[in-house]
RNA sequence: GCCGAAGUAGCUCAGUGGUAGAGCAACGGUUUCGUAAACCGUCGGUCGUGGGUUCGAGUCCCACCUUCGGCUCCA
């Protein structure tokens, strides 16, 4: 979108040829600024730390004598208007660092102090000021405080000093700032809009699952739940199957010489249940693969054998940070939809094309359409430049020869092998993170494993890891507010609300279900004595896809009437070829019955 | 783990030291033939748990449990 000259001035030369984009973040930076003058305004001896902006708005760090009140934002807010309305110009001025770090500490500004002084010696120290507020700063920055288009406060929150724990807790204040009232309406709007279909709300609503403290953060799945989660399994296996996956299933309590082997102890021991167990320490599995390994080496593997593809549903618990649980996001004990394929080097470049396909496939009934990013070599790593060279070869090959489009996101990998990070958007245009695939030359040399070659010598395998959605745990939050709760037809936990209109004809609807059980399909009678309209009521809101309303004439023509979940009805349809239509739906696992999107403000 | 907030009936919430409430749900009865809430009645709470202050605690204090927001998107 265009924006007028003189609706919005720039100030500084550089910003002559920037997008909308860093215009936006050019506001919602000077915006930071105006908060943090007004904070100053009402907490005179608040130390700043920092305040970038971010995606959708922007935020500032304060060392406050007492904990923030949403009354005290409000205050913030209004003073932060105030500065706008007085369009108060933004000036820049250059100093030396020394003289920056002097004047910050006199200024009693620890934390602006150490930022300049982690600064090279020779770099332009650069401040900008509005009204009697100065800061260090970047820039670049609107012309006036004018430019500050409608925004918002939010909340505020605590954030530890540079994200450390062993550092001061600052408190952070969060605000968004937009362009025009349209544009931060629409924000509030998908705010509120999220807050309506979090997984934990509608998880309660739709009688999937429950949470109790006799187990934290460990979900208990009802039946609703359950046939979901069946559902996305039985799919997750059908991909594996038509990928020539074999599926394995191993122990979650085992000992820790096995995590010595491989590696875990030594690196993810914090994140493990741990105990005694009849005179020896073991632990619960926070991953299959060293188990995998363990399959692998019972017997001698010839180069024939590869690839070994093992697909793995078992059940792990990790010791996850209790201030880091997030209902279905972050839970302890998760199932993920594992693989492992152990492979010679030479087939790493198909196996990889093969993961990549198969996530393809896999995210193609839900709609979702994968965004693929390389994650190369960090600084920190294990293994040569040669190595990481070939690794990084590999999945730039298969990603090459699968024809995928993706970015590079360098310095992301692992310490030991790099990977490909596969996200996705959701309905309200969030990123999330899913499948990681991931090369592992270190867990086979840890165990040891080799397989006897064409030449009759030994040569170690590789080992190529991935989870498609993740754990079935996340992924089920995901669609639950992908979808806002109202499923897809083969994912809904009831396909079928069989609503007899009167009681008489509760018999001939026990005759409906009993027809949709034995075509595969999950369905109820509603056979309360509530009215018609009551009974359509509830199955919309459980966001039931089909509705069957049985009355006198559909019981004397051996038929149904459909209505669907989007409000299309039918009536006097046979019921073999209802059942044939929604059976067919089910199984080519159509998104289906589609309801377009709310019209949003 | 740390900072802040919250926890009252199955759910959503009222209740500012003086007899625990409402709507929905559930249950009982009546009712029920065409596409989003029939009517009447009844039941239901150790106010998260434990301790303390007080003549008296859902309400004030302390500890614990659980949940929610957040803890680098780096001037």
Not at 211 to 221: G, K, L, N, Q, V
Not at 564 to 585: H, N, P, W, Y
């Amino acid at each position: 979108m265009a924006i007028e000259s003189d609706e919005i001035k720039s100030a500084a030369a550089e910003l002559l040829d920037a997008g909308a984009h860093d215009r936006l973040d050019t506001m919602r930076h000077s915006t930071a600024h105006v908060m943090a003058s007004a904070v100053l305004e009402l907490f005179p001896d608040a130390k700043l730390g920092i305040g970038p902006a971010i995606r959708d708005g922007f935020y500032y760090d304060f060392d406050l004598p007492r904990a923030l009140t949403p009354a005290d934002l409000e205050s913030i807010e209004a003073r932060m208007r105030a500065q706008v309305a007085a369009n108060l110009p933004f000036e820049r001025s250059e100093i030396g660092r020394d003289e920056a770090v002097a004047r910050e500490t006199a200024a009693g500004q620890p934390y602006k102090a150490e930022i300049i002084g982690e600064l090279a010696a020779g770099e332009v120290i650069s401040f900008y000021r509005h009204g009697t507020f100065n800061d260090l700063c970047r820039g670049p920055h609107l012309e006036t405080t004018a430019g500050i288009g409608p925004f918002k406060l939010l909340n505020s929150a605590a954030a530890y000093w540079r994200g450390d724990e062993k550092r001061p807790m600052l408190q952070r204040i969060y605000g968004s700032v937009w362009e025009t009232q349209e544009d931060l309406d629409r924000y509030l709007w998908r705010l509120e809009e999220a807050r309506k279909r979090d997984h934990r709300k509608l998880g309660r609503e739709l009688d999937l699952f429950s949470f109790h403290p006799e187990s934290p953060a460990a979900p208990f799945w009802h039946p609703r739940g359950m046939a979901l989660w069946r559902a996305l399994e039985d799919w997750s296996r059908q991909v594996r199957t038509e990928g020539g996956f074999v599926e394995v299933r191993t122990p979650a309590l085992v000992r820790k010489e096995l995590w010595e082997t491989s590696g875990h102890w030594a690196l993810y021991q914090d994140n493990m249940f741990v105990f005694d167990d009849a005179d020896h320490v073991a632990g619960l599995k926070p991953m299959n693969c060293p188990e995998s390994m363990l399959i692998f080496k019972t017997s001698l593997r010839s180069y024939r054998d590869l690839p070994m593809r093992l697909a793995d549903y078992s059940w792990l618990f990790r010791n996850e940070r209790t201030g880091a649980l997030a209902g279905m996001f972050r839970v302890r004990q998760l199932t993920q939809d594992d693989s492992h394929v152990i492979c010679r080097e030479d087939q790493v470049v198909d196996e990889v094309n093969l993961a990549l396909r198969l996530v393809r496939r896999q995210f193609e009934p839900f709609g979702f359409q994968p965004r693929f990013k390389l994650a190369t070599r960090p600084d920190k790593k294990l293994g040569t430049d040669e190595f990481w060279d070939m690794a990084e070869g590999q999945l730039a090959g298969a990603l090459e020869t699968a024809q995928i489009e993706h970015t590079l996101d360098p310095g992301g990998g692992a310490f030991y092998a790099p990977k490909i990070d596969v996200f996705i958007d959701d309905a309200l245009g969030r990123e999330w993170q899913m499948a990681t695939i991931q090369i592992d030359y270190q867990l086979p040399q840890r165990f040891e494993l080799e397989y006897r070659a064409a030449d009759g010598g030994t040569a170690r395998p590789v080992v190529v890891h991935y989870a498609i959605y993740g754990s079935f745990e996340r992924f089920i939050g995901v669609i639950t507010e992908h979808f806002a709760g109202a499923f897809p037809a083969w994912l809904a936990p009831v396909q079928v609300m069989v609503i007899p209109i009167a009681d008489r004809h509760v018999e001939y609807a026990g005759k409906v279900r009993d027809a949709l059980f034995e075509a595969g399909l999950r369905a109820e009678v509603d056979d309360r004595s509530e009215r018609m309209q009551a009974k359509l009521r509830d199955a919309q809101e459980q966001k039931v896809p089909v509705m069957l309303v049985l009355g006198d004439r559909d019981q004397e023509a051996g038929a149904v009437s459909p209505r669907l979940r989007t409000g299309e009805s039918t009536q006097g349809v046979g019921m073999a070829v209802f059942i044939a239509d929604l059976k067919g739906r089910v199984e080519r696992r159509e998104l289906w019955p589609y309801a377009p999107e709310e019209d949003q403000p």
